[in-house]
């Protein structure tokens, strides 16, 4: 199976802890940053060799958020929003 890709639906994948998530279930919600500006909302994720990249566009723009457990605050699915801190310097 190696380099092949697997394709499963959400509901087909085993569930996981209250504070996990996959990825794909919150794809289209929103970014709020730790001062309530909203960054806009999660268009894709780029994962890369060494972590794996919220894409966010919005109001600022096309932001990279990275995964990380001091990035990300919490996760609200029933107002399918994503609470963010921003890494200092990343959006003015």
Same mark, same amino acid.
């Given at each position: 199976?190696?380099?092949?890709?697997?394709?499963?639906?959400?509901?087909?994948?085993?569930?996981?802890?209250?504070?996990?998530?996959?990825?794909?279930?919150?794809?289209?919600?929103? !970014?709020? +940053? &730790?001062?309530? =500006?909203e960054l806009? $909302?999660?268009?894709?994720?780029?994962?890369?060799?060494?972590?794996?990249?919220?894409?966010?566009?919005?109001?600022?723009?096309?932001?990279?958020?990275? !995964?990380? +457990? &001091?990035?990300? =605050?919490?996760?609200? $699915?029933?107002?399918?929003?994503?609470?963010?801190?921003?890494?200092?310097?990343?959006?003015?």
């Open positions: 199976l190696k380099g092949s890709t697997i394709v499963a639906s959400l509901d087909e994948l085993p569930p996981l802890a209250e504070d996990e998530t996959y990825l794909e279930a919150i794809r289209g919600y929103r !970014v709020i +940053d &730790d001062e309530g =500006r806009g $909302r999660i268009e894709s994720f780029l994962f890369t060799n060494i972590s794996i990249l919220i894409v966010s566009g919005g109001p600022f723009g096309e932001v990279l958020l990275p !995964v990380l +457990d &001091d990035t990300i =605050r919490s996760v609200d $699915r029933a107002n399918e929003t994503v609470c963010i801190q921003v890494p200092e310097g990343l959006v003015e």
